[in-house]
């Protein structure tokens, strides 16, 4: 991911009225990405904050009951916020060594010839809309899972962690790849020159030295198995109890969301309380964001590459 | 390239209307009518072809919620709005009024292996609150009871909790599904599973139990010797007009409710 | 040899993985084309929704998704050329660029169901657009505004420098220049951002859940006020809301099939022009 700014090496000011107008347009028009994002978050914390006016934030963020539309209503998301990690946690169990050891493949072992297939084939397959990915654990990973183990249901958190996993894969793949590319060739000549073989090498030089690309990919990967919402929607299961295992049916928070939407009229408790819980949601993803953009900029310090 | 910017511009200013057409009918709500509104819908459309109908399901809150919200012009219900929906109805200045459609009854049914053929109202009430947990319990095989139960938004949800739990929650590791049809996918793979479907969803996949010792059917939900019923509703703001009194009318009428009876309810005769 | 033999062993790991990857990223295709195949005929594509959905075809779900594309990529494009045509050719020093740099990249972190509420609040109940094609095109726009930008910013940068210093010499002004010079050499690299949002906005669901997406229409959408069906939202609503469900599995197989090809064609597009690009650039 390089972001190197074009820079014009003479000043032209555009002395004319017209250019003038021009830069001001697109200087205006540039700040729409800071405004939709400052609207995301001004929209989710007036919506989200007067839940806590309920329900104090303590017992919100650790309550153990969700049960939003009962009287008196409860709204303690804790069960919610596990369920997240949970089939968080169970799609970087597969996408981990998926990922990465498909890019330490295509670094290491793939041929000219197969790089050039199996690079675009990985990317093509990282477009794969997550709608497809959970019709498909409905109708074939659900009756599969549910006669392998013996379940009383497919769904579950390993249906969801199992088809997440998969749908991380490319990304961290394509991101890992790009990473252990970035390692420069004198890295391993030098480990060449003092009789290491090629997989001592990768091990001991490579991959280290990649570490923290490799771990952005991976944290990129998380946040996208933590922000996905259709997937879950249809494999995880539902159950808004606490998830004791992966075996058990789980509601991560974007399911709730998705699944309680509609049937929160607007200004409801109901209604503030979801909204809350997307708050909950960015700011998770927006904390995963900026851990591996700064593992990834001192990764590219370290490797003497430009910040 | 200035002149195919400008053409597309025009044919993209001729597609932005913005009228709302006074024949658009929108309408959402609960899964269990969802048939009857989805069937009706396609009749009417077929004898009225500048009608425009949308459907779509959510559950009954969804709908009522839509109806104050003003995004809908048709709520469809399984179950009479709450005090609640109507305090903020009122608050709107949305006055629900409601329609009868169809009668229906809420079945209670079992994977087709299930050796159980009815319960009694204690017992499901103990089933599906927690208390009994295996199917040995209450007359059949030493197996763990998997309970099936629809998700918040359902009216399905809130009449069976009426009319069967008597208001008390529904056990925390119950499965909540989004509609009557993915209840019965589920039962119908699900050799320990215990679901609540809509009369209108009991296909041959799933075992039906008798409740209370009553079978349920037409006949018995219309007689109300089927205890578990209950009246399908479409709710409108206020009195509808226009395109909307005609459909609620349409569905009202004698071929509106042969297609509701077609479609597994019972019908208002 | 130890290590040698250790070597092959890790060696034969790291292919295992690959293949696995390649394995069951191939079985959900083979599934999907192989029953959906079944599913497709010119009727199916062409027809609309019959007898509650079993039978007849898809095509104003396929008509909606590409409504809902079109709205989307009118809406992001000219806001995220503009954005990268600022960063690149405009190029402002300093605390500026860095808020927007960031801004883009956390703004493409968002997941997905954040932008549906956002939309729901915002275009559907705020704005009183309600359920409609234009809050669904704006909600699926802002999701892909940072792809839009860094693909074109990709394309800006990628031409060389020394076009815009020759125009420059020549006495053309900043804008005359990226009108004239920079954006249509940069035209190749602008299409492909263009084309992997195509496949992007289509393949979204969550945006469209509360803001545009209706289970069923009879015909087409007559405005942007409309409510649409959309391909992803009616492979979702036939299998959660379904009311018949063997033939609307079936049916959705064929959904599935169609959007996977659509967007399987369209992101393979998209790259393919992305490396005549970069081996032309090379």
Known sequence: MQEKPCRVLYNHPGKTMKEKIIRWVFTVLAFASLVFLLGI??????????????????????????????????????????????????????CMPLGVGSALYLNELAGNRQKAILKPVIELLASIPSVVYGFFGVVVVTPYLQKTFN???GM????????????????????????????????????????????????????????????????????RAIGETMTVLMVAGGSSAMPRSFFDPVRPMTAAIAAEMGEAPMGSDHYHALFAIALILFIITFIFNVVAEIISRRFRIKLGLSG | MKKTILLFVAATLLFVQGVKASDRIVMEGSTTVLPIAQKTAEVYMDGNP???????????????????????????????????????????????????VAMDGIVLIVNPSNTVNGLTKQQAKDIFTGKVSNWSEVGGRNEKIVSISRDSSSGTFEAFGALVLGGAKVRPDALLQASNQAVVSIVSQTPGAIGYVGLGYVTGAVKSLEFEGVKASKETVL???????????????????????????FVKSAEGQKIAEQEGFVGLK | MKTKHIQNLGFLCLFLCMAATLFFLGLIIYFITSRGMRVISWEFLTQVPRMSMTQGGVAPAIVGTLYLVLGAILFALPLGLACAIYLCEYSPKGFVVNIIRISINNLAGV??????????AVFVKFFHFGVSILSGSLTLGILVLPLIISSAQEALIAVPQSIREASFSLGATRWGTIKNI???????????????????????????LFTAAAFYIRGYPKSVFSEVMALPYHIYALMTEGTHRDEQTAIAYGCSLILLFLVLFVSGLAIYIRQKQRSQHV
């Not at chain 1, 978050?41 to 104090?56: C, N, Q």
Request: aromatic share 8%.
């Open chain 1, 41 to 94: 978050v001004i929209v989710l914390f007036k919506e989200g904050l007067p839940i806590f006016k309920i329900v104090s934030p303590l017992n919100f963020l650790f309550g153990k009951s969700w049960y939003p539309t009962y009287s008196p209503a409860e709204f303690g998301i804790l069960p919610l916020i596990l369920s997240s990690f949970l089939v968080t946690l169970g799609a970087l169990i597969v």
């Open chain 1, 151 to 153: 379940l009383p249901v």
């Open chain 1, 156 to 223: 579950c958190a390993l249906n969801a962690s199992l088809i997440l996993g998969i749908m991380a894969t490319p990304t961290v793949c394509s991101i890992a790849e790009d990473a252990l590319n970035y390692v420069p060739h004198s890295f391993r000549e030098a480990s060449f020159a003092v009789g290491a073989n090629r997989w001592q090498t990768l091990t001991q030089v490579v991959i280290p030295a990649a570490g923290s690309g490799i771990s952005t990919a991976i944290i990129l990967g998380m946040s």
């Open chain 2, 50 to 100: 500048q009608a425009q109908i949308s459907v779509r399901g959510g559950g009954s809150s969804v709908g009522i919620t839509s109806l104050i919200d003003g995004t809908c012009d048709i709520a469809d219900a399984s179950r009479s709005i709450k005090d609640t929906e109507l305090e903020k109805a009122a608050s709107r200045g949305v006055s629900p009024k409601a329609h009868v």
């Open chain 2, 223 to 249: 007689t109300g010797k089927y205890k578990v019923g209950r009246p399908l509703f479409m709710y409108t703001n206020g009195d509808p007009k226009g395109a909307t009194k005609n459909f609620i009318d």
């Open chain 3, 111 to 120: 997941p997905s169901v954040v932008f549906g509420l956002f939309g729901l």
């Open chain 3, 182 to 208: 920079v954006l249509p050499n940069a035209l190749p690299g602008i299409l492909t951002g263009v084309i992997l949002s195509i496949g992007r906005v289509a393949g979204e669901t969550a945006p469209i």
